[in-house]
């Protein structure tokens, strides 16, 4: 069983920067792909990013391309999404997630992930 615990949340101004950061426990972290998604009030959770188990392949949602940036520590067993330019569109909890993956897929659908964390909050002020 996986436990996933996110961190790095917190009120930020438009244009500014969040690191997320999930620590994984419990599993193999280098045999499992993982993603990032987030869900705003009143909407569905959508896919943010994800990262193939071997942090060869990486996927992004249209709206946070060029803008996010997803990486792995296989060492530290932890899973990051750097957050530059943000903006107010970007507020929602924020939630990382993982699966048995193959060394070169990323999955985006929520469906695809077996464990998931509790979420951290992030909020972009205009």
């Known amino acids: 069983q996986v436990q996933l615990v996110e961190s790095g949340g917190g009120l930020v101004q438009a244009g500014g920067s969040l690191r997320l950061s999930c620590a994984a426990s419990?599993?193999?972290?280098?045999?499992?792909?993982m993603g990032w998604f987030r869900q705003a009030p009143g909407k569905e959770r959508e896919f943010v990013a994800a990262?193939?188990?071997?942090?060869?392949?990486?996927g992004y949602a249209d709206s946070v391309k060029g803008r996010f940036t997803i990486s792995k520590d296989d060492g530290r067993n932890t899973l990051y999404l750097q957050m530059n330019s943000l903006e107010p569109e970007d507020t929602a909890v924020y939630y990382c997630?993982?699966?048995?993956?193959?060394?070169?897929?990323?999955?985006?659908?929520?469906?695809?992930?077996?464990?998931w964390g509790q979420g951290t909050q992030v909020t972009v002020s205009s």
């Open positions: 419990g599993g193999t972290f280098r045999t499992y792909a």
């Open positions: 990262i193939s188990r071997s942090g060869s392949t990486v």
């Open positions: 997630s993982a699966r048995p993956g193959g060394a070169l897929n990323y999955y985006s659908s929520t469906n695809a992930y077996s464990y």
